[in-house]
């Protein structure tokens, strides 16, 4: 009986190390439709240490022309660096009219403060530009 439980607490202790988890040192900020129908133009302070890492997803719709510019705007490159961008919709498929969203990942290079900006609006001439904006000051410890 004993060594039946020893094996059933081994076995939960492992069947936890398959999880997958974030890495250590990355903040999320996540804004959904709702929040950005309440503020189009949000801005937040956000905290990171050296080496850390910031995700970005912001709602977005393609299918209505509207698109986040996938470059982000960043005042001191020497803090902070985009590493990636990409668009996902509903469970990382494009399906037309649907939601979805727009995910960027910056890494905190070294301690400062750098503001990352960008906007969301239709792309071509007599589109509309910043229909809505999000605006970080990050500081890097």
């Not at 936890?16 to 999320?28: L, R, S």
């Not at 302070?45 to 022309?65: E, H, K, V, W, Y």
Request: hydrophobic share 40%; glycine share 10%; aromatic share 8%.
């Amino acid at each position: 009986m004993i060594r039946l439980i020893a094996v059933l607490a081994l076995a939960l202790s492992l069947a936890g190390c398959g999880d997958i988890k974030k890495p250590p040192g990355t903040t999320n900020i996540d804004l959904t439709y709702d929040d950005l129908l309440k503020e189009n133009h949000p801005t937040l302070d956000i905290t990171l240490g050296a080496g850390g890492t910031l995700r970005l997803n912001l709602a977005t719709n393609p299918s209505t022309g509207y698109q986040w510019a996938a470059q982000a705007q960043i005042s001191d490159p020497a803090v902070i660096v985009q590493r990636d961008h990409y668009d996902s919709g509903p469970s990382g498929v494009h399906l037309p009219g649907a939601p979805g969203t727009a995910t960027w990942t910056f890494e905190a290079l070294k301690p400062g403060t750098t503001t990352v900006a960008t906007t969301y609006g239709q792309p071509w001439p007599g589109g509309v530009k910043d229909a809505w904006t999000f605006t970080a000051t990050v500081t890097v410890h």
